[in-house]
Nanobody, 127 residues
Framework: QVQLVESGGGLVQAGGSLRLSCTAS????????MGWFRQAPGKEREFVGG????????YYADSLEGRFTISRDNVRNTVYLQMNSLKPEDTAVYYC????????????????????WGQGTQVTVSS
């Protein structure tokens, strides 16, 4: 099983940007569709976006309005979440997750479809 560690979270003012990283160990990320999720206090974990094994396809939650971008570097075994124009409602713990898939263009979008999870990193956006 792949081990995932997120980093890059912190406190930022509304309108600012952050880039989260998710670094894997134990297995190569080339075999995995990667996803980002978030969970705010008192709410369910929700899908933010995902990227296919090949990096060719990405898929995002509609609510993000194009503010977030996912990318991956399979050589560095790392996935990134670039977050721009942050809003207070983006405040949450952000998790990366991995789903082992055969199809290089698959992007999964639900919690149950992902096999491995990081410990999460806190993102707080102040108004």
């Amino acid at each position: 099983q792949v081990q995932l560690v997120e980093s890059g979270g912190g406190l930022v003012q509304a309108g600012g940007s952050l880039r989260l990283s998710c670094t894997a160990s134990g297995r190569t990320l080339r075999d995995y569709n990667m996803g980002w999720f978030r969970q705010a206090p008192g709410k369910e974990r929700e899908f933010v976006g995902g990227i296919s094994r090949s990096g060719i396809k990405t898929y995002y939650a509609d609510s993000l309005e194009g503010r977030f971008t996912i990318s991956r570097d399979n050589v560095r075994n790392t996935v990134y979440l670039q977050m721009n124009s942050l809003k207070p409602e983006d405040t949450a713990v952000y998790y990366c997750a991995a789903a082992r898939v055969l199809n290089p263009t698959t992007v999964r979008s639900t919690v149950s479809e992902y096999d491995s999870w990081g410990q999460g990193t806190q993102v707080t956006v102040s108004s």
